[in-house]
């Protein structure tokens, strides 16, 4: 049996990366998982692998997700789980960002997690039941250089517990888990010299795997979850402890 049997849960951005362990782990745990993204072959591979269901979807579009929202709710009936985990990185800060960096940032991170909440609340609510997972950082657990990356994830964090405090009385949950430095993309994508330095400042002395913080979704996705709302936790090897 598992932690997830009979849930229907998207997860957006999980054609790689984390949202794809993410994936994995909720379907390896008897969810029936939609993988969404904007990267439709390798969304479509993962789904594929995993026996999950495959769907185009670009964060920052109120209609794309309205057209998700709906065809999952028409396909399966409702919707249990929703990971809000699709997200862009910049190392920008104050003294070489652009408006059009900074706005691109907030749009897909902050702006498309919040139209995440927004199409599946009235879902949810409705059901009495279902639990929202949004992807942070520990970036927005403390200061960094990076501005826009950083203010995003401070928002995420922030609209989490607006949403956990709105939606408690309908049994529906809301927390934010922020990752440290996990072996992505986005982390393999800074310079060796940035890396190494991050690297460094994790006690555990080393970066974390996908699989790590797919774990603690699953678990907040689940029922044992069951008190837990307008909680962050962080899965970060101890880096900002
Ligand atoms: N890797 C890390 O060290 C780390 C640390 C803390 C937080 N995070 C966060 O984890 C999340 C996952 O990132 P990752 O590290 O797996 O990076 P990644 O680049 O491997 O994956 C990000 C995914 O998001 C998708 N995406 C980007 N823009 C999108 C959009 N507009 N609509 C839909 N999907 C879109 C990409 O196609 C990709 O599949 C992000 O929110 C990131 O900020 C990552």
């Known amino acids: 049996m598992g932690s ?23 379907a390896n745990q008897g969810a029936q998982v939609i993988v969404t993204d904007i990267l439709d072959e390798l969304g479509e591979e993962i789904a594929t692998e995993i026996n999950a269901t495959y769907r185009t979807l670009d964060v920052t579009s109120e209609k794309n997700w309205e057209i998700l ?14 990971v809000n985990n699709a997200g862009i990185y910049s190392s920008q800060g104050i003294f070489n960002s652009s408006v059009e960096s900074f706005q691109r940032i907030i749009e897909v991170n902050q702006l498309g997690t919040y139209l995440g909440m927004a199409a599946i609340a009235p879902i949810m609510a409705n059901q009495k039941s ?43 949950r809301c927390n934010s888990v922020h990752p440290g430095a996990v072996n992505t ?4 994508s800074l310079e060796e010299e940035t890396l190494n330095h991050l690297i460094s400042s994790v006690p555990m002395g080393r970066s974390g795997e996908p699989s790590e913080v797919a774990k603690v979704v699953t678990f907040l996705l689940s029922d044992a979850a069951s008190y837990i709302s307008g909680a962050e936790i962080v899965v970060d090897g101890g880096m900002i402890a």
């Open 130 to 172: 279902g639990s929202i997972v949004n992807i942070s950082s520990v970036a927005g657990m403390r200061g960094q250089v990076n501005i826009a990356y950083m203010a995003s994830k401070w928002a995420i964090r922030g609209m989490t517990k607006s949403v956990a405090k709105t939606l408690a009385s309908s049994g529906v």
């Open 4 to 26: 997830l049997d009979g849930k229907v849960v998207i997860v957006t951005g999980s054609a790689k990366g984390m949202g794809a362990a993410e994936a994995r782990d909720a």
């Open 69 to 82: 929202v709906s065809s999952v709710v028409e396909e399966y009936g409702r919707i249990d789980g929703v």
């Open 185 to 188: 993309d986005i982390l393999f």
